[in-house]
């Protein structure tokens, strides 16, 4: 049987991924992710999933990478690391639109065969005191999320509204997509052999 590889460390990603009921292993991907000049973010998500998934590639799996870039007005906000640097990130978004580019690709390593996409939300940020924000932070602690925030957890409250086609790329892997692609690979999650993960 083929096994399934998502090339990712996030608690998130295979969170989801568990999702589909799939059983399957993680692999940290060996990628530096350093913009290049003048890319785009959605062509640095893109580029960045697509290497991932090729780091951990071999004959015999399907290999699942993604990649998630937030901008705001062509600027990149990466994961804040930080509570100053979360901080100084949702006070830019107040009132504004933040679009997420999250992008996955999957490498059929038997057949040579190769998927991709980049799923586009756009979060409409409110307009809140800089004491709710900073009590945000300090109640959830989304330091290592793009952008600084959890969409999935308290987050939520800092939107006014959320423009998606799959509710779940904003958490980092869009799971319509990917159990569609993964059932053109021969991982159907609805088959009934499919095994519980």
């Not at 893109?46 to 870039?69: E, F, H, P, W």
């Not at 040579?112 to 004491?131: E, G």
């Not at 330091?143 to 998606?164: N, P, Q, V, W």
Request: include cysteine; charged fraction near 20%; hydrophobic fraction near 45%.
């Amino acid at each position: 049987m083929t096994g399934l590889v998502l090339a990712s460390t996030s608690p998130y990603r295979r969170a989801l991924l568990a999702r589909l009921g799939l059983t399957f292993t993680t692999v940290a991907p060996n990628v530096e992710e350093s913009a290049r000049a003048d890319e785009r973010p959605d062509e640095l998500a893109g580029r960045l999933a697509l290497a991932k998934a090729r780091s951990v590639a071999a004959a015999g799996t399907i290999v699942l990478g993604s990649d998630q870039v937030a901008a705001l007005g062509g600027r990149v906000l990466r994961k804040p690391g930080t509570h100053a640097v979360a901080l100084e990130q949702l006070l830019a978004c107040q009132s504004r639109v933040v679009d997420f580019h999250t992008a996955v690709a999957v490498i059929d390593g038997s057949r040579d065969r190769v998927w991709q996409t980049i799923d586009r939300t756009s979060v409409h940020f409110a307009r809140l005191p800089t004491a709710a924000l900073d009590r945000y932070l300090r109640l959830e602690q989304p330091y290592d999320c793009a952008g600084g925030f959890k969409a999935e957890g308290l987050g939520i409250a800092l939107f006014e509204r959320i423009e998606s086609a799959d509710p779940t790329a904003l958490i980092g892997l869009p799971l319509i997509w990917v159990a569609a692609t993964l059932r053109a690979a021969g991982l159907d999650p609805l088959a009934p052999s499919a095994e519980p993960h």
